[in-house]
């Protein structure tokens, strides 16, 4: 007969801070007339190796950052609508710091914890820990734990033995959370059974079993999730390879491979293409780096372009005295320009007073210019008129990109068309290289209050069929 035995250890104290978990799990052992055997494998739960290693957190003793408040602004309604307990500024504070990204926040928040894993709340847990306000947060490095613990534990018995930390997720697609596997030590997390044959002779082409995964929602039978007091299982009877070194993050799929991240990119790109906005009224003070602005140039780079001849060029105009003389002497043609076209005084003056404000107040003003040299020269007016049209359309794409991810990166940021009108005067106060032609300015900051949408025209005033425009 073949089986696999599940053993719960049932007398594991409470553990605390400091406490040696190995030498606990021999004690239990010995009590409950148990001894180790080459093969076996423990299953701990994470909750007593993140308390054992001190991994709780005073919830009052936590400051939330601002993005842990706009996050709380953020899911506060979605929680309340869905009557879930809200979460504090603080716990998000918590998941934050233990997480390398955000996937989603909605009325749960799901994260890439710092060591990869994707669940819920960064794997904090509020269970099964004494305080109102203390937390768990995941082991810092799971892998070494589940080592340190065998390591003990084979010298203590001389037997050959495997360790599994294990934690419970929610999973996408599928109710309900089981265990699975989030450090190990001993044993490959995956079976590869490519190459062997089925009952049927056909040899298996791409089967990889995550075996830890199983072995640990086998165990989270046993070890249950709420007052069974069962922190620890002893599995006896499960063949495995056993192996000295082992990783967990060989159950992590890469990003590049996932076929379901990728999806969900592209459902971010579409949010942040729709959520963009010219943002046109005063910024706030928050420091903008200058780094953040480079590395949005840097993707303004990718934008496609006729010819790939990348005509663009951006100058940026930091807030000093050249920006400042520059803005000023634009605005003296402005002045004349309006008083030509018969414009009010009042109105040349509100003008005036609104072009310092946006362009000599933002933190930052950008001179997205397009530099004729790159252009191609035929002896044809006509083809060297649209060579023209092509690259001013090459250097409103990269703009464009430029301002998706300035917003990508939280930062608003507005085009103006104003050094159209004064390119002659702009080339000669930054003394630009005569073939650079100035096409706008971006202004660009932190946004001090959020933009309504404009509207847009209905899809049927913009997308035609060439059927419809055929004669009749
Ligand atoms: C080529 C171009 C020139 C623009 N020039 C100005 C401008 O001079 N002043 C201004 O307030 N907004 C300017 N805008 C911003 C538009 O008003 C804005 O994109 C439009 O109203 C749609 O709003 P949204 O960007 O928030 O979707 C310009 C935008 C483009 C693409």
Not at 276 to 304: G, L, T
Not at 308 to 322: D, G, H, S
Not at 442 to 462: F, H, N, Q, V
Request: one cysteine or more; hydrophobic letters at 40%.
């Amino acid at each position: 007969m073949k089986k696999i035995e599940i053993i719960g250890l049932q007398t594991i104290p409470l553990i605390e801070p400091g406490n040696d978990l190995a030498e606990i799990i021999l004690d239990a052992l010995n009590r409950e007339k148990l001894s180790l055997v080459n093969g076996d494998i423990l299953l701990i739960a994470q909750t007593i190796v993140s308390k054992s290693t001190g991994m709780i957190k005073d919830l009052r003793e936590i400051i939330p950052s601002k993005k842990a408040l706009e996050l709380n602004e953020k899911i506060a309604p979605k929680m309340r609508a869905k009557d879930l307990p809200e979460k504090s500024p603080e716990l998000i504070e918590c998941i934050l710091r233990e997480s390398k990204k955000i996937l989603k926040a909605e009325h749960v928040i799901i994260t890439e914890t710092n060591h990869g894993f994707i669940c819920a709340n960064a794997g904090i847990d509020k269970s099964n820990v004494k305080g109102e306000s203390k937390i768990t947060v995941l082991p810092k490095n799971p892998d070494k734990e589940a080592e340190k613990i065998r390591m003990h534990l084979e010298k203590k018995t001389n037997k050959k033995i495997a360790v599994i930390i294990t934690d419970s997720f929610g999973r996408p697609f599928r109710n309900g959370s089981v265990g699975v596997a989030i450090g190990i030590s001993g044993m490959n997390p995956l079976l590869d059974k490519r190459g062997h044959v089925d009952l049927f002779g056909y040899k298996l082409q791409s089967t990889i079993i995550a075996q830890a995964d199983n072995l640990a929602a086998a165990a989270s039978l046993m070890m249950g999730e709420s007052n069974e007091g069962i922190p620890v299982v002893l599995m006896r009877g499960y063949n495995f390879i056993w192996k000295e070194k082992s990783r967990i993050d060989s159950l992590l799929r890469k990003e590049e491979e996932d076929l379901f991240r990728i999806n969900e990119s592209l459902e971010n790109v579409k949010e942040i293409l729709k959520s963009r906005r010219s943002y046109k009224i005063e910024f706030s003070d928050q420091h903008v780096n200058k780094k953040i602005i480079e590395n949005c140039i840097e993707i303004a780079r990718w934008a496609p372009n006729a010819h790939n001849a990348q005509p663009w060029r951006y100058i940026v105009l930091e807030k000093n005295e050249t920006r400042i003389k520059l803005i000023n002497q634009m605005n003296e043609k402005l002045k004349k320009d309006l008083k030509r076209e018969g414009k009010s005084q009042e109105f040349i003056n509100n003008k005036i007073n609104k072009t310092r404000f946006n362009f000599i107040e933002a933190p930052y003003l950008i001179l997205p210019c397009l530099d004729k040299k790159d252009l191609e020269k035929y002896h044809d007016s006509e083809r060297d008129q649209k060579e023209f049209i092509m690259a001013v359309q090459s250097v409103s794409n990269s703009i464009t990109y430029f301002l998706l991810a300035l917003h990508a990166k939280n930062l608003a940021a507005c085009w103006y068309c104003a050094p159209l009108f004064a390119q002659e005067i702009i080339k000669e106060t930054l003394n630009l290289p005569s073939s650079y032609l100035p096409l706008a300015f971006i202004t660009i900051g932190y946004p001090k209050k959020e933009i309504k949408a404009p509207s847009r025209k209905d899809l049927t005033e913009i997308l035609f069929y060439s059927e419809h425009f055929k004669k009749r």
